[in-house]
């Protein structure tokens, strides 16, 4: 009962972030854009309960609709990653041989660099945009789905309905696509919600260094980063609050996968 | 003997193909820069005739295969390009200050070490204690952790707070000369010097962002050591030895770790790859003058030889690490070499 207790609520704070990526920009008690020159860098207060940045902007409207931007990035990358890389596991697990090689050998030459440098090189060659963080979010995490759907496919190729599409004539592409691949769909989902925590720190960090997200937009890491320079001299709330926000998102993606994983295979607790 | 030479042999030529593949996806990133890449390299400030000569030089008026191989040799020849902004060439900028991240990574994953595999032994060896519980949670909340935040909040709180950490400004606080150079670690090189002011003012520095980094690499340290003791524990030949009479701590560090510690070494290379990147973020935190601080300058000046430069030697640094742990694998494992 414990255990689900854990999914439970995280699967509740995953909904809650949802709610706020979509509807957070309504909720948002001030405009995140405003400045207030007027009212800079105050404390946490009834009127400003994560206090005011150093433009006067309200800090807790900023982190509720960041969250829309913060989640979109780490989604879109996240979605792009696993259609090419479950595309290309399945294709090396099914048909084995040269295709293995070759893809193996892709994903390996990936996993060769560390993989956070590796997006900083990919942002600074393609250019210093949202979209390129979005791709080189995407591309550092292909292998990874690459071997996880390479293994799930290559355990269920072998399988009874498998050889008895093949006997009522199904092309091997069809039995791939219809009858391995959906099978292969639960365990998916536990990487891809592990991997939506990853995608998420991955993104805010890339912001942290200055890539990708622009001020004055309202992201988490580039607020972080905003705010580091005042934590030194004791105004806390412009990095903690929105730190805090992607720590608990990322703990609840988390969370969520490990819940997933307890459902969908109890042998891989851990 | 000689079969686990033709392992660790084969393990080296394995190595061939892997730095091949870093090689071509560098130069692919040199040459996906939208629109002339000549004009990128040669910087903002330059006519046309130096971009023409960059253009000679990188070769970019021939075929792929031809520029490839230009590629490589400048590279072999140690020509990785010029810096734009400090007009040097990279390989001394990076040489220069891969010193200073080497010491923190170093001691980072040092004191990762130190606390997470007695953590991960103390839980597997007492499951569903505090300690296990503790341990578990600190896996699952240090992999949400992201490394700049606790950086900035330990300098909020041990700085800011309480005083007892010196301004998170670098290496060396603008008070002390730096120690002279001998091999580039302060550390090594202050006690060289023999000067314990400088020593300890170096050591001050060093606290707080290696602990961050620690932090960092030391949730999937417990939580493989936790996992392979679990392992190990459970196994055979831990049977045997307990019920041969062994004393407890021969059965525990001789036989179970010896042998948990092997996947634990393979996961210090994955966890080296994950710290050559919080590397970055937590120079920048604490305005530590290395390699990553270098990158982030230079990806903001738009100098992409530099970046490039950055990305490949931190992409051959991880292979050699790797390859390393492997035949260090090779080496201690007495199994290895056995199979034939």
Redesign the interface.
Known sequence: MSENLVTVVSFSLFLFIIFLGLFGEFLAPYDPLATAASNTLRPPSWAHPFGTDNLGRDVLSRVIVATRLDLSIALSAVALSFVIGSALGSVAGFWGGWWDRIIGRFSDTIMAFPLFVLAMGIVAALGNTVENIIYATAIINLPFYIRVSRAETSIRRQAGYVAAARLCGISEIRILATQVFPNTLPPMMVQISLNMGWAILNAAGLSFIGLGVRAPDAEWGIMVAEGATYIVSGEWWLALFPGAALMIAVFCFNLLGDGLRDLVDPQRRT | MNTKLYKIGWRLLQAV??IL??I???FV??R???GDPAVYFAGAMADKESIEQVRQALGLDRSWIEQFFIYVGNLVQGDWGQSLKTGQPVTEELLKRLPASLELTIIGLGLAVLAAVPLGILAATNPGSWVDHIC?LLV??G???????TG??L??IF??LLGWSP??LGRLDIFYLSPSHVTGFYIIDSVIAGDLEIFLGVLAQLVLPTITLGLFALAPIA?MTR?AMLGALSSDYVRTARASGLSKSMVLLTYAFRNASLPVLTTLGMVF??L???N??VE??FSWPGIGSF??EA??A?D?AA??G??LS??LL??TVNLTIDVILAITDPRVGLEE
């Open positions: 193909p892997s593949g870093v071509i996806i560098s990133l040199t996906a820069l939208p578990r699952t909340a992999v949400s952790l992201p490394t700049f935040f900035l909040f300098i909020y700085y800011y301004s998170p939580r996992g790859s994950f050559l990147g919080a970055v973020l920048k935190v990158a982030i990806l903001i738009s992409y970046v490039q950055f990305v931190m992409a991880f292979v």
